[in-house]
Protein backbone atom coordinates (compact mmCIF):
# COMPACT_ATOMS: atom_id res chain seq x y z
CA UNK A 1 0.00 0.00 0.00
CA UNK A 2 3.11 2.51 0.67
CA UNK A 3 4.88 1.60 -2.78
CA UNK A 4 1.26 2.98 -4.10
CA UNK A 5 0.98 6.36 -2.49
CA UNK A 6 4.75 6.94 -2.81
CA UNK A 7 4.46 8.23 -6.38
CA UNK A 8 1.59 10.69 -5.00
CA UNK A 9 3.44 11.73 -1.91
CA UNK A 10 6.88 12.21 -4.29
CA UNK A 11 4.55 14.44 -6.89
CA UNK A 12 2.91 16.25 -3.72
CA UNK A 13 6.45 17.19 -2.49
CA UNK A 14 7.27 18.37 -5.81
CA UNK A 15 4.33 20.63 -5.95
CA UNK A 16 4.65 21.92 -2.05
CA UNK A 17 7.97 22.67 -3.11
CA UNK A 18 7.47 24.86 -6.21
CA UNK A 19 4.78 26.75 -4.27
CA UNK A 20 6.61 27.38 -1.03
CA UNK A 21 9.75 28.44 -3.34
CA UNK A 22 7.15 30.98 -5.59
CA UNK A 23 6.26 32.75 -2.04
CA UNK A 24 9.76 33.16 -1.06
CA UNK A 25 10.57 34.87 -4.61
CA UNK A 26 7.63 37.09 -4.67
CA UNK A 27 8.37 37.76 -0.77
CA UNK A 28 11.95 39.37 -2.00
CA UNK A 29 10.51 41.16 -4.62
CA UNK A 30 7.70 43.06 -2.27
CA UNK A 31 10.68 43.61 0.60
CA UNK A 32 11.90 45.81 -2.13
CA UNK A 33 8.40 47.48 -2.01
CA UNK A 34 7.45 46.96 1.40
CA UNK A 35 7.34 50.63 2.19
CA UNK A 36 4.65 51.24 -0.62
CA UNK A 37 2.61 47.89 0.76
CA UNK A 38 2.90 49.31 4.11
CA UNK A 39 1.33 52.60 2.61
CA UNK A 40 -1.68 50.96 1.46
CA UNK A 41 -2.12 48.56 3.91
CA UNK A 42 -2.49 51.59 6.85
CA UNK A 43 -4.58 53.85 4.29
CA UNK A 44 -8.13 52.54 5.85
CA UNK A 45 -6.57 53.09 9.00
CA UNK A 46 -5.55 56.46 8.51
CA UNK A 47 -8.70 57.33 6.98
CA UNK A 48 -10.27 56.25 9.89
CA UNK A 49 -8.45 57.85 12.74
CA UNK A 50 -9.06 61.23 10.50
CA UNK A 51 -12.74 60.58 9.73
CA UNK A 52 -13.22 59.68 13.55
CA UNK A 53 -10.64 62.97 14.85
CA UNK A 54 -13.78 65.23 12.58
CA UNK A 55 -16.50 63.23 14.17
CA UNK A 56 -15.07 64.38 17.77
CA UNK A 57 -14.03 67.28 17.24
CA UNK A 58 -17.60 68.73 15.16
CA UNK A 59 -19.48 66.69 18.81
CA UNK A 60 -17.15 68.91 21.19
CA UNK A 61 -18.00 72.19 19.14
CA UNK A 62 -21.53 71.51 19.03
CA UNK A 63 -21.63 70.45 22.80
CA UNK A 64 -18.60 70.28 25.65
CA UNK A 65 -17.87 74.22 24.05
CA UNK A 66 -21.33 75.37 23.48
CA UNK A 67 -21.93 74.42 27.26
CA UNK A 68 -18.91 75.88 28.94
CA UNK A 69 -19.57 79.08 26.99
CA UNK A 70 -19.62 81.38 30.14
CA UNK A 71 -16.26 79.79 31.70
CA UNK A 72 -14.64 80.22 28.70
CA UNK A 73 -15.77 83.50 28.23
CA UNK A 74 -14.88 84.39 31.82
CA UNK A 75 -11.29 82.77 31.40
CA UNK A 76 -10.55 84.97 28.37
CA UNK A 77 -11.52 88.12 29.86
CA UNK A 78 -9.35 87.39 32.69
CA UNK A 79 -6.59 86.10 30.58
CA UNK A 80 -6.74 89.52 28.34
CA UNK A 81 -6.79 91.68 31.38
CA UNK A 82 -2.82 91.97 31.79
CA UNK A 83 -2.18 92.19 28.51
CA UNK A 84 -4.71 95.22 28.04
CA UNK A 85 -2.82 96.94 30.84
CA UNK A 86 0.42 96.56 29.89
CA UNK A 87 -0.67 97.69 26.82
CA UNK A 88 -2.46 101.23 28.73
CA UNK A 89 0.62 101.23 30.67
CA UNK A 90 2.70 101.17 27.06
CA UNK A 91 0.86 104.15 25.34
CA UNK A 92 0.54 106.28 28.83
CA UNK A 93 4.48 106.05 29.39
CA UNK A 94 5.22 106.93 25.44
CA UNK A 95 2.62 110.11 26.11
CA UNK A 96 3.97 111.13 28.61
CA UNK A 97 7.54 111.21 26.92
CA UNK A 98 6.47 113.36 24.66
CA UNK A 99 5.89 116.38 27.24
CA UNK A 100 8.66 115.84 29.79
CA UNK A 101 12.05 117.25 29.68
CA UNK A 102 14.92 115.75 27.97
CA UNK A 103 16.02 113.49 31.33
CA UNK A 104 13.03 112.32 32.04
CA UNK A 105 11.63 111.62 28.41
CA UNK A 106 14.56 108.86 28.25
CA UNK A 107 13.37 107.08 31.22
CA UNK A 108 9.56 107.67 30.14
CA UNK A 109 11.10 105.39 26.43
CA UNK A 110 12.92 102.82 28.37
CA UNK A 111 10.01 101.86 30.67
CA UNK A 112 7.66 101.74 27.96
CA UNK A 113 9.90 99.87 25.81
CA UNK A 114 9.81 97.30 28.94
CA UNK A 115 6.16 97.64 28.75
CA UNK A 116 5.82 96.83 25.00
CA UNK A 117 8.07 93.81 26.05
CA UNK A 118 5.80 92.89 28.56
CA UNK A 119 2.89 92.71 26.06
CA UNK A 120 4.52 90.58 23.78
CA UNK A 121 5.40 88.08 26.62
CA UNK A 122 1.79 87.97 28.28
CA UNK A 123 0.65 87.63 24.61
CA UNK A 124 2.57 84.55 23.80
CA UNK A 125 1.91 83.13 26.84
CA UNK A 126 -2.16 83.41 25.92
CA UNK A 127 -1.23 81.96 22.49
CA UNK A 128 0.92 78.75 23.92
CA UNK A 129 -1.91 78.67 26.49
CA UNK A 130 -4.93 78.39 23.96
CA UNK A 131 -2.53 76.24 21.80
CA UNK A 132 -1.94 73.68 24.40
CA UNK A 133 -6.02 73.81 25.46
CA UNK A 134 -6.83 72.54 21.81
CA UNK A 135 -4.03 69.86 21.21
CA UNK A 136 -5.33 68.84 24.62
CA UNK A 137 -9.20 68.75 23.18
CA UNK A 138 -8.45 67.35 19.28
CA UNK A 139 -8.35 63.96 18.84
CA UNK A 140 -4.90 62.44 18.74
CA UNK A 141 -5.30 58.82 17.75
CA UNK A 142 -1.48 57.32 16.33
CA UNK A 143 0.05 54.18 15.07
CA UNK A 144 2.45 53.39 17.39
CA UNK A 145 5.00 50.30 17.58
CA UNK A 146 6.01 48.61 20.92
CA UNK A 147 9.48 46.96 19.90
CA UNK A 148 12.50 47.75 19.52
CA UNK A 149 12.66 45.82 16.00
CA UNK A 150 8.78 46.07 14.84
CA UNK A 151 9.17 48.18 12.08
CA UNK A 152 11.48 45.66 10.64
CA UNK A 153 9.41 42.57 11.50
CA UNK A 154 6.46 44.85 10.20
CA UNK A 155 7.83 44.86 6.97
CA UNK A 156 8.43 41.10 6.83
CA UNK A 157 4.96 40.74 7.54
CA UNK A 158 3.40 42.67 4.96
CA UNK A 159 6.25 41.42 2.34
CA UNK A 160 4.71 37.93 2.87
CA UNK A 161 1.23 39.11 2.30
CA UNK A 162 2.31 40.88 -0.68
CA UNK A 163 4.52 37.52 -1.73
CA UNK A 164 1.40 35.17 -0.89
CA UNK A 165 -0.75 37.03 -2.97
CA UNK A 166 1.06 37.24 -6.41
CA UNK A 167 2.11 33.72 -5.92
CA UNK A 168 -1.43 32.51 -5.53
CA UNK A 169 -2.05 32.14 -9.67
CA UNK A 170 1.24 29.83 -9.26
CA UNK A 171 0.27 27.78 -6.42
CA UNK A 172 -3.18 27.56 -7.48
CA UNK A 173 -1.76 25.97 -11.22
CA UNK A 174 0.64 23.82 -9.00
CA UNK A 175 -2.45 22.71 -7.30
CA UNK A 176 -4.50 21.99 -10.51
CA UNK A 177 -1.20 19.78 -11.66
CA UNK A 178 -0.99 17.69 -8.82
CA UNK A 179 -4.94 16.74 -9.55
CA UNK A 180 -4.89 16.74 -12.61
CA UNK A 181 -3.74 13.11 -13.41
CA UNK A 182 -7.00 11.87 -11.77
CA UNK A 183 -9.48 13.63 -13.97
CA UNK A 184 -10.18 12.79 -17.66
CA UNK A 185 -9.17 14.65 -20.51
CA UNK A 186 -12.03 16.56 -21.01
CA UNK A 187 -11.48 18.10 -17.44
CA UNK A 188 -8.11 18.74 -17.84
CA UNK A 189 -8.84 21.29 -19.94
CA UNK A 190 -10.11 23.46 -17.50
CA UNK A 191 -7.08 24.45 -15.73
CA UNK A 192 -7.61 27.98 -17.32
CA UNK A 193 -10.86 28.47 -15.81
CA UNK A 194 -9.51 27.37 -12.31
CA UNK A 195 -6.60 29.08 -12.21
CA UNK A 196 -8.11 32.48 -13.79
CA UNK A 197 -10.87 32.18 -11.65
CA UNK A 198 -9.72 31.07 -8.17
CA UNK A 199 -7.23 34.13 -8.34
CA UNK A 200 -9.47 36.85 -9.84
CA UNK A 201 -12.21 35.55 -7.06
CA UNK A 202 -9.68 35.73 -4.36
CA UNK A 203 -8.81 39.66 -5.41
CA UNK A 204 -12.33 40.80 -5.84
CA UNK A 205 -12.82 39.10 -2.06
CA UNK A 206 -9.64 41.34 -1.25
CA UNK A 207 -10.88 44.23 -2.51
CA UNK A 208 -14.41 44.03 -1.48
CA UNK A 209 -12.78 43.41 2.30
CA UNK A 210 -10.25 46.74 1.08
CA UNK A 211 -12.97 49.19 0.29
CA UNK A 212 -16.20 48.49 1.79
CA UNK A 213 -15.40 46.48 4.56
CA UNK A 214 -12.53 47.88 6.28
CA UNK A 215 -13.59 51.31 6.17
CA UNK A 216 -16.90 51.07 7.64
CA UNK A 217 -15.52 48.27 10.04
CA UNK A 218 -11.95 50.38 11.30
CA UNK A 219 -14.40 53.63 11.97
CA UNK A 220 -16.71 51.80 13.80
CA UNK A 221 -14.19 50.33 15.86
CA UNK A 222 -12.31 53.31 16.58
CA UNK A 223 -15.17 55.39 17.41
CA UNK A 224 -16.05 53.05 19.98
CA UNK A 225 -14.77 54.50 23.50
CA UNK A 226 -12.88 57.24 21.44
CA UNK A 227 -14.75 59.59 23.38
CA UNK A 228 -12.98 58.29 26.40
CA UNK A 229 -9.56 57.37 25.48
CA UNK A 230 -7.14 57.77 22.87
CA UNK A 231 -6.92 55.20 20.26
CA UNK A 232 -2.74 54.09 19.93
CA UNK A 233 -2.81 51.62 17.17
CA UNK A 234 0.01 48.98 17.29
CA UNK A 235 1.24 48.41 13.76
CA UNK A 236 1.99 44.89 14.59
CA UNK A 237 -1.22 43.84 16.06
CA UNK A 238 -2.94 46.04 12.85
CA UNK A 239 -1.01 43.86 10.37
CA UNK A 240 -2.28 40.75 11.30
CA UNK A 241 -5.49 42.09 11.87
CA UNK A 242 -5.87 43.34 8.34
CA UNK A 243 -4.32 40.01 7.25
CA UNK A 244 -6.67 38.09 8.95
CA UNK A 245 -9.48 40.18 7.18
CA UNK A 246 -7.97 40.09 3.55
CA UNK A 247 -7.35 36.32 3.35
CA UNK A 248 -10.84 35.48 5.04
CA UNK A 249 -12.88 37.30 2.62
CA UNK A 250 -10.29 36.18 -0.20
CA UNK A 251 -10.81 32.64 0.85
CA UNK A 252 -14.38 33.26 1.40
CA UNK A 253 -15.38 34.39 -2.44
CA UNK A 254 -13.83 31.02 -3.64
CA UNK A 255 -17.21 29.46 -3.13
CA UNK A 256 -18.62 29.68 -6.68
CA UNK A 257 -14.93 28.29 -8.01
CA UNK A 258 -15.42 25.56 -6.09
CA UNK A 259 -18.85 24.52 -6.25
CA UNK A 260 -18.02 24.87 -10.13
CA UNK A 261 -15.77 22.22 -9.66
CA UNK A 262 -17.44 20.01 -7.10
CA UNK A 263 -20.03 19.98 -9.56
CA UNK A 264 -18.37 19.50 -12.98
CA UNK A 265 -16.63 16.23 -11.09
CA UNK A 266 -20.19 15.41 -10.26
CA UNK A 267 -20.12 15.27 -6.55
CA UNK A 268 -22.52 18.19 -6.43
CA UNK A 269 -26.11 18.98 -7.88
CA UNK A 270 -27.86 22.13 -7.52
CA UNK A 271 -30.64 20.27 -5.72
CA UNK A 272 -28.10 19.41 -3.33
CA UNK A 273 -27.32 22.80 -2.31
CA UNK A 274 -30.90 23.88 -2.36
CA UNK A 275 -31.30 21.17 0.09
CA UNK A 276 -27.96 22.44 2.23
CA UNK A 277 -29.37 25.60 2.18
CA UNK A 278 -30.13 26.29 5.97
CA UNK A 279 -27.60 24.19 7.05
CA UNK A 280 -25.43 26.65 4.93
CA UNK A 281 -26.66 29.54 6.34
CA UNK A 282 -25.21 28.52 9.75
CA UNK A 283 -21.97 27.88 8.22
CA UNK A 284 -21.76 30.66 6.90
CA UNK A 285 -22.39 33.11 9.95
CA UNK A 286 -19.56 30.79 12.22
CA UNK A 287 -17.37 30.98 8.98
CA UNK A 288 -17.84 35.16 8.95
CA UNK A 289 -17.81 35.17 13.10
CA UNK A 290 -14.11 33.11 12.91
CA UNK A 291 -12.89 34.99 10.22
CA UNK A 292 -13.45 38.95 10.99
CA UNK A 293 -12.62 40.62 13.94
CA UNK A 294 -15.55 40.30 16.77
CA UNK A 295 -17.90 43.12 16.11
CA UNK A 296 -21.67 42.43 14.27
CA UNK A 297 -21.13 44.76 11.46
CA UNK A 298 -17.94 43.38 9.72
CA UNK A 299 -19.30 39.81 10.39
CA UNK A 300 -22.73 40.61 8.25
CA UNK A 301 -20.73 42.52 5.20
CA UNK A 302 -19.26 38.94 5.14
CA UNK A 303 -21.85 36.98 5.79
CA UNK A 304 -24.20 38.75 3.41
CA UNK A 305 -21.99 38.61 0.27
CA UNK A 306 -21.43 34.90 1.15
CA UNK A 307 -25.63 34.01 1.00
CA UNK A 308 -25.45 35.88 -2.00
CA UNK A 309 -22.05 33.66 -3.60
CA UNK A 310 -24.20 30.85 -2.61
CA UNK A 311 -27.13 31.76 -4.47
CA UNK A 312 -24.75 32.24 -7.58
CA UNK A 313 -23.00 28.69 -6.76
CA UNK A 314 -27.07 27.16 -6.97
CA UNK A 315 -27.08 28.95 -10.44
CA UNK A 316 -23.47 28.19 -11.71
CA UNK A 317 -24.07 24.11 -10.50
CA UNK A 318 -27.23 23.92 -12.13
CA UNK A 319 -25.91 24.84 -15.63
CA UNK A 320 -22.86 22.50 -14.54
CA UNK A 321 -24.55 19.37 -13.34
CA UNK A 322 -28.23 19.88 -12.71
CA UNK A 323 -30.04 17.48 -10.57
CA UNK A 324 -31.71 14.46 -12.95
CA UNK A 325 -35.69 14.26 -13.18
CA UNK A 326 -35.73 11.32 -11.19
CA UNK A 327 -33.83 12.94 -8.47
CA UNK A 328 -36.52 15.66 -8.58
CA UNK A 329 -38.89 13.08 -8.55
CA UNK A 330 -37.94 11.28 -5.67
CA UNK A 331 -37.75 14.28 -3.64
CA UNK A 332 -41.10 15.29 -4.05
CA UNK A 333 -42.06 11.95 -3.09
CA UNK A 334 -40.56 12.15 0.20
CA UNK A 335 -41.75 15.79 0.86
CA UNK A 336 -45.46 14.28 -0.15
CA UNK A 337 -44.39 11.40 2.41
CA UNK A 338 -43.26 13.41 4.93
CA UNK A 339 -46.70 15.71 4.62
CA UNK A 340 -49.02 12.31 4.55
CA UNK A 341 -47.00 11.20 7.46
CA UNK A 342 -47.70 14.31 9.53
CA UNK A 343 -51.30 14.25 8.60
CA UNK A 344 -51.51 10.61 9.84
CA UNK A 345 -50.03 11.29 13.34
CA UNK A 346 -52.51 14.29 13.66
CA UNK A 347 -55.38 11.65 12.46
CA UNK A 348 -53.97 8.88 15.03
CA UNK A 349 -53.76 12.06 17.93
CA UNK A 350 -57.21 13.00 16.83
CA UNK A 351 -58.64 9.86 17.53
CA UNK A 352 -56.77 9.02 20.76
CA UNK A 353 -58.15 12.19 22.00
Known amino acids: MFDDLRPHLAELRKRLGLSVLSVFIAFAIAFVFHNDILTWITQPLNDALTKVGRIIESQEKATWRLKKTDSNTTIQIAQNRPV ?10 EEASKVADSKLALLLKEAAAAAKELTQTLQKIDTNASRAETKHKNFEGKITTHQ ?26 QLWLFVAPGLYSNEKKMIIPFVAGGSVMFFIGVIFAYYIVTPFGFQFLITFGSFLYTPLINIENYVGFFTKIMMGFGIAFELPVFAYFLALLGLVTDRTLIDFFKYAIVIIFVLAALLTPPDILTQLLMAAPLVLLYAISILIVRMVNPASKEEEDNDED ?20
Do not use: C, M, W
Not at 149 to 164: E, Q, R, T
Open 84 to 93: AAANKLQDRL
Open 148 to 173: VGGAFFVALKVSFFAGLLGALPFILY
Open 334 to 353: EEENGKKTEKQVLLDNLEKS
